[in-house]
């Protein structure tokens, strides 16, 4: 126990101490992220798509929505409430408020008024500055606590903006790099014999492997809430899902692909070989994977790898939970990809792995 | 003394090549023994079959009076190991890799004391890869030492060292023989094996040659000095041979060692002979024999590194 707790403090304080590994695993997927942010997401957010439906012909509900149009932050759409919603499920609006009949009756006897809101939950920023801003016109009324009627619709084709599609896919390859180069200081202390060193000593080779792992799951963690956090603020990349789902999948794909490192490290002799093998698997599965561009965008004849690379269901599972993009499998289907791929890797690095 | 290793009919082949054969020796209980040999001998993979690193392919080893196949693990937990190696965590500071690698053991003396057993007072906190050879060194033998191991096995202590360093090196293995601890180093350094081991086995090609004192080895084998000279021309040895008091010649890329039983007598023959022949002697010297003669005279090689 002591063994495992200073390994695993002595390989984070090394992380720390490596310029170029702190680069790698934080810097860089955070570059991606906001050079491509920076890229796709056009200057107009700073205007919401909001649409109107008054059902109410009384002089109340006109102030509102007389009201409502001087907001110079909404570009404010009229229509019936079932055009209108059908636009939000579209991704044409960023909400729709619904003044309902009866309204002006509920406001002239001093009532409690009722107003509909329906938002689009993946731009709950749009939300949050809307209903501030309908809770105040509401109030120049006199009305001490209008009643808002708040509805979340999920939208049935979704609009991802590329960012939100994008960032779920960098955090995958993220883990998916911080795993497979695992392999890298494996080949090192294999080959400069800390390895053996360590093996020269009572301390048994589970407990090394287990720090190895634990540390890498700790990075793996930071690595995610980083990139979840920096696109949020950012680019207001949202989280739907659930948060301890989102935690499970990070670690089975960190698992998953730290075991594809430890495969590796067995196959390369040397920092030089294993560079060009790590390059191998990386590069085909950032490209294949469907993290930049859907893979519906790609030629058909590449679908099979695609199928292969077990990143795809990575990213696809990530992208599913945070911002509730369409699925292109099931949950289920990605776990038991990656599981398998976990299996493989993990017999053939136990076969072929050597200690020294 | 009793012995606390015991290795006996060792066999270890890659491939082809045997690279212990048929390898058997003993270390007593509170002695620098030194295993000499060029590169390449075997000096390494037997020191790791005992450690327990590398399994034989036949033969048996003890230590401690256990089997290594049997009780490695524990073995592992009362031996102290330094290997050829270079930085072990080139970004972990001094003071910490030795609690590191306290922590592997089930008692282990506190990295300040190690530090000042090794005296790296002055580096506690610097990284390791910021060390010297020398320091790296100490460190490493410092590691060996977190588990105040009855045993002490040191792979090349001084190799690619400054005399500086290496005498340092040697002072600190003294030490540890003065506390009672067992030395177990090999070495392709004469110097090493003569002046830090009280016996010395000498190995080429996987066998041991002989094993002995350092002072009996060369006694044994010689009885009388070497003259070394330089020659400006090539010449047969046979004409050396024939000089009074010869008893042997060694011819080496224009360098020549005569043996001789009785050195002034030798000297005068050898001075005529180059006055006679119009030849050039340079750099020549005489010294008593050494391991080194022993070395060349047992295998027709000499230890180069």
Known sequence: MKALRKLLVSDIKQFFRERSALFWTFAFPIFFILIFGAVFSGGDNVTFNVGLTVEDNSPAAQQLSGALQQVSAFKLYMGNQSAELQALKDGDRGAVIIVPSGFGQ?????????????????QSSSAQVLLPIITQILERFGQPAPII??????????EIRAIDYLTPGILAMAIMQLGIFAAMPLVVQRENRVLKRLGATPVRRST??????????????????????????VFHVPMLGNWFFLAGMVILGALTFLTMGFMISAFAKTQESAMPLLMMVQFPMMFLSGIFFPIEMMPGFMRPIMDAMPLTYLADSIRQIMVQSSALHTHLINVGVLVGWFAVCLVVAVRFFKWE | MSAVIEVEKLHKSYGEIKAVNNISFTVAQGEIFGMLGPNGAGKTTTMEIVEGLRPADSGSVSVLGMDIKQRSRRIKGSIGVQLQTTTLYPRLKVHEVLDLFGSFFLKAVSPEEIIKLVGLED??????????????????????LVNDPQILFLDEPTSGLDPQARHNIWDLIKLQKEKGKTV????????????????????????????????????????????EFQLDRPLGDEVLRQLAGATNVVMENGGVTVYSKSVPVTISALMDMAKQSDMKLTDLYVRRATLEDVFLKLTGRRIRD
């Open chain 2, 123 to 144: 580096s506690t906190n610097k990284l390791c890869i910021n060390l010297s050879g020398g320091q790296q060194q100490r460190l490493s033998i410092g590691l060996a």
């Open chain 2, 184 to 227: 177990f180093l090999t070495t392709h350094y004469m110097e090493e094996a003569e002046r830090l081991c009280e016996r010395v086995a000498i190995i080429d090609h996987g066998e041991i040659i002989a094993t002995d004192r350092p002072d009996r080895l060369v006694s044994q084998h010689f009885n009388e000095e070497a003259i």
């Open chain 1, 106 to 122: 509920a406001v002239s006897q001093g009532g409690k008024a009722t107003v509909d809101v329906y938002y689009d939950p993946t």
């Open chain 1, 208 to 233: 090394m492997i287990l720090s190895t792992v634990l540390f890498r799951l700790i990075i793996a963690i930071g690595q995610a809430a980083l990139i979840i956090i920096v696109s949020k603020l």
């Open chain 1, 149 to 158: 009627n708040v509805n979340p619709v999920t939208l049935q084709t979704h």
